[in-house]
């Protein structure tokens, strides 16, 4: 089967991508796959043929047809930045003419003297002539909505743009009708005919409405090629060039040019850069960017590595047996390829009620115009009781009900170091059931330290400085905190490196020093034998999941040490807090079971995942998102899969550009606290939102039957499509002062925070 990736133009919500699937289905049949990705804006195909340009006959038509356009992968422009750019640009524009429209428009409201074109009642034509220049100013750059709504509406398939294209255009409509007016008094000097319709120029609200709902829009597009960004992120891992030997000669050549069965020597410090077997030398890999794990592996001949790791110690002659697409971190960027590809369970609300509102608001228009031009057999009355209902039910509040409230709400997080990188990562978030969390780096510090010192003979003082002169010469992680001991140092004779193991070296009196795994003792000649004091207290610490080190001097041991990756000082508190808004959480690890056990219990966590390399990370993340909404927090290269995988991922700040790339939330402050005010932050906002589409809706429920006349013949209440207008702007305010509301709100989980380092007041 070969998978087919076109570019498609025109969708920008979740609405699009189900009309853009029904005509690709209508075009491709049933027999082929394929899956539309909002993200990267692509339609893939996957079929046994594989004809490019058979597809594209099949899929232009019809998309086409519903108001979309589709091009060949990378033909079309795909640069996310340039379009952003250009929505940009262009909505600073209509903001400014949409803003002097208003001016003009509201002009006989200010005391101010009405400039020559200003006063209506003096140059009505021109007035009007103005207003109408400026609105087309606006109608022409935001045309989309148009075509848009009105494919849609033509096709049966009525979606938010279809509200905003109908209220826009009936605002515009009724205002050219009363110019035409204005125009016939004027000419046939009718004042009074001039001034009733001067009154009902309501051409700014037909560029209002575009402007605002574009508006809100851009507010919700920020991220929606992210997943293209954490593929080039985790590409740039790989190591550019790789050293061929060939006929016992070495030989720097590209990447590229690399072949299976190929060997490669990979010097200490660089990456390794393909995957394949040892087949002479050993050494320590660091393979933290895959596994997520500090600690390094030893490898000796025979043993399998992989491309983008790194060799901390040794020297190692590699045999290739993979390259390109079939190495691990290129399978690790087509999983995240493929789960960015893949249609999200959750549909947004405001989607879910416009799919009824639609409808309903339309065919409620119509009956209006019928119903009046049967009983009054007013056509001026019927249409305008018509345009009434569109204009007060256009969507605006609806619009804004959601992006102001994530705006309000993604700042208001920012303040907390908690960064949403678009508005479906909150939603999501504030449903989330279980959160999977990665063990290092993201529960634990990710750094070794020192956790247990047990003096064997002399003092600690020499212990520290003996030990630290003799792991100042190691480059091995486990060094790193030993070195911190003392800035002391001893001179250190005939020192050595033993790969996997330990160091050894010579004190100035001749005597043979060495620091390492209690393994080290029992493999090089002439070292002392641990007793089975010290094996018993070294087991008790392992089964801790601590890294031994023992020091000798001479014949004696003069002490041991454990080190290892400690449980952050917020780690267990975030984790009760996340249990007691009612979210399970679940580790998931590439460590071994009795370390990952021995650290949830610390955590209190219940339900661990050891072991795992980051294929099964993503299999379990997506075996729990079946059972509901998942959330998953990480660091690493590791984690970037199941990061994806979930509903929504949150990505430790500190850790890799893929891991930040990947996720919808970035938590910057590297606490696992930020996660659980994350949360509260989501659902706080989701709860804004809910109230803001409730108000939307009541507002059209109350103010639609008056715009309609149902009140008119008992109490002779009509709505013109200027009041309906305000009621429309009304509520919009409404929605947007509601959702300020969050601009004040506080988490929990960080509330002490907050009280110690406050806001600054205005004054």
């Known amino acids: 089967?070969?998978?087919?990736?076109?570019?498609?133009?025109?969708?920008?919500?979740?609405?699009?991508?189900?009309?853009?699937?029904?005509?690709a289905r209508e075009a491709l049949g049933k027999e082929i796959t394929f899956t539309v990705s909002l993200l990267s804006s692509t339609l893939t195909v996957t079929d046994e043929a594989g004809d490019e340009a058979a597809l594209l006959a099949r899929l232009s038509g019809a998309l086409s047809r519903a108001g979309y356009g589709v091009a060949p992968f990378g033909d079309a422009d795909t640069d996310a930045g340039v379009e952003r750019k250009?929505?940009?640009?262009?909505?600073?524009?209509?903001?400014?003419?949409?803003?002097?429209?208003?001016?003009?428009?509201?002009?006989h409201m200010t005391p101010l003297p009405a400039p020559f074109i200003l006063n209506a009642p003096r140059y009505p034509r021109a007035f009007f002539l103005l207003q109408a220049a400026l609105t087309l100013a606006v109608l022409v750059p935001q045309h989309r909505?148009?075509?848009?709504?009105?494919?849609?509406?033509?096709?049966?398939?009525?979606?938010?743009?279809?509200?905003?294209?109908?209220?826009?255009?009936?605002?515009?409509?009724?205002?050219?009708?009363?110019?035409?007016?204005?125009?016939?008094?004027?000419?046939t000097g009718n004042e009074a005919l001039v001034h009733e319709y001067l009154h009902e120029l309501y051409l700014e609200s037909g560029a209002m409405i575009l402007t605002l709902v574009s508006l809100g829009k851009y507010l919700e597009g920020g991220a929606r090629h992210r997943a293209f960004g954490a593929v080039r992120a985790l590409l740039d891992e790989e190591a550019r060039v790789a050293t061929r030997v060939r006929d016992g000669k070495?030989?720097?050549?590209?990447?590229?040019?690399?072949?299976?069965?190929?060997?490669?020597?990979?010097?200490?410090?660089?990456?390794?850069?393909?995957?394949?077997?040892?087949?002479?030398?050993?050494?320590?890999?660091?393979?933290?960017?895959?596994?997520?794990?500090?600690?390094p592996r030893t490898v000796r001949e025979g043993d399998e590595v992989f491309g983008a790791t790194l060799l901390a110690e040794g020297r190692l002659l590699v045999r290739v047996m993979k390259v390109g697409e079939e190495t691990a971190l290129r399978r690790i960027a087509a999983l995240l390829d493929e789960t960015a590809a893949s249609k999200a369970p959750v549909q947004r609300l405001c989607d879910r009620v416009s799919a009824v509102f639609v409808p309903v608001v339309i065919g409620i228009s119509v009956l209006t115009a019928v119903l009046w031009l049967l009983l009054s057999r007013n056509v001026s009355m019927a249409f305008r009781a018509a345009a009434s209902v569109l204009v007060i039910s256009c969507p605006c509040a609806l619009g804004l009900a959601t992006p102001t409230a994530i705006a309000v709400g993604c700042g208001r997080a920012a303040r907390f170091g908690v960064l949403f990188k678009s508005a479906e990562a909150l939603e999501v978030l504030a449903s989330t059931?279980?959160?999977l969390t990665d063990k290092t780096g993201t529960l634990t510090t990710g750094k070794m330290t020192v956790t247990d010192r047990i003096v064997l003979a002399g003092t600690a003082e020499y212990l520290d400085v003996l030990t630290a002169s003799l792991e100042a010469?190691?480059?091995?992680?486990?060094?790193?905190?030993?070195?911190?001991?003392?800035?002391?140092?001893?001179?250190?004779?005939?020192?050595?490196?033993v790969t996997g193991l330990g160091v050894l070296g010579a004190t100035e009196s001749g005597a043979t020093c060495a620091a390492g795994a209690p393994r080290l003792f029992t493999s090089v000649y002439g070292l002392p034998q641990p007793t089975d004091d010290i094996k018993s207290e070294a087991d008790r610490l392992s089964r801790e999941g601590k890294s031994i080190v023992l020091v000798s001097e001479g014949e004696r041991f003069l002490g041991l040490f454990a080190i290892a990756d400690t449980l952050r000082p917020d780690s267990a508190a975030a984790i009760a807090a996340l249990r007691a808004v009612g979210i399970e959480t679940v580790m998931l690890t590439g460590d071994n079971l009795q370390v990952a056990e021995k650290i949830a219990a610390e955590a209190g966590i219940s339900h661990v995942h050891a072991a795992?390399?980051?294929?099964?990370?993503?299999?379990?993340a997506s075996a729990y998102r079946e059972r509901g909404i998942t959330a998953m927090v990480g660091d690493g290269i590791n984690d970037a899969p199941a990061l994806a995988a979930a509903d929504v991922g949150l990505a430790i700040g500190a850790g890799t550009g893929v891991a930040v790339e990947s996720a919808g939330v970035v938590l910057s402050g590297s606490s696992l606290a930020e996660a659980v005010a994350a949360v509260e932050l989501g659902r706080r906002t989701r709860r804004i939102i809910r109230e803001n589409l409730f108000w939307a809706l009541f507002y059209n429920a109350l103010c639609i039957p008056l715009a309609a006349g149902v009140f008119y013949p008992l109490w002779g209440l009509l709505l013109t499509p200027m009041i309906a207008s305000a009621a429309m702007s009304f509520s919009s305010v409404f929605v947007v002062l509601?959702?300020?509301?969050?601009?004040?709100?506080?988490?929990?989980?960080?509330?002490?925070?907050e009280s110690a380092c406050p806001l600054p007041r205005k004054k």
Not at 1 to 22: D, L, N, P, Q, Y
Not at 252 to 281: A, N, R, W
Not at 489 to 494: C, G, K, N
Request: with cysteine; net charge positive.
């Open 145 to 187: 909505f148009y075509r848009n709504g009105f494919k849609s509406l033509f096709h049966g398939t009525p979606n938010m743009d279809s509200l905003v294209a109908l209220g826009s255009a009936a605002s515009v409509i009724y205002g050219i009708v009363a110019g035409v007016f204005i125009f016939v008094g004027a000419g």
């Open 433 to 435: 059931k279980t959160l």
């Open 473 to 497: 010469g190691s480059a091995h992680p486990v060094a790193e905190p030993l070195r911190a001991l003392t800035e002391q140092r001893l001179p250190i004779a005939d020192f050595r490196t």
């Open 738 to 753: 509601n959702a300020l509301r969050l601009g004040r709100f506080t988490p929990k989980a960080l509330a002490l925070r």
């Open 250 to 295: 070495e030989q720097v050549v590209l990447l590229g040019d690399i072949l299976q069965g190929d060997t490669v020597l990979v010097p200490q410090g660089e990456k390794i850069p393909v995957d394949g077997v040892v087949i002479s030398g050993e050494g320590s890999v660091n393979e933290a960017m895959l596994t997520g794990e500090s600690l």
């Open 1 to 23: 089967m070969k998978k087919t990736v076109f570019s498609v133009k025109g969708m920008t919500c979740a609405a699009c991508v189900a009309h853009v699937e029904r005509a």
């Open 86 to 107: 250009q929505e940009k640009k262009r909505l600073i524009y209509c903001l400014a003419v949409t803003a002097l429209l208003m001016i003009v428009a509201m002009w």
């Open 612 to 620: 795992l390399l980051p294929a099964d990370k993503e299999r379990i």
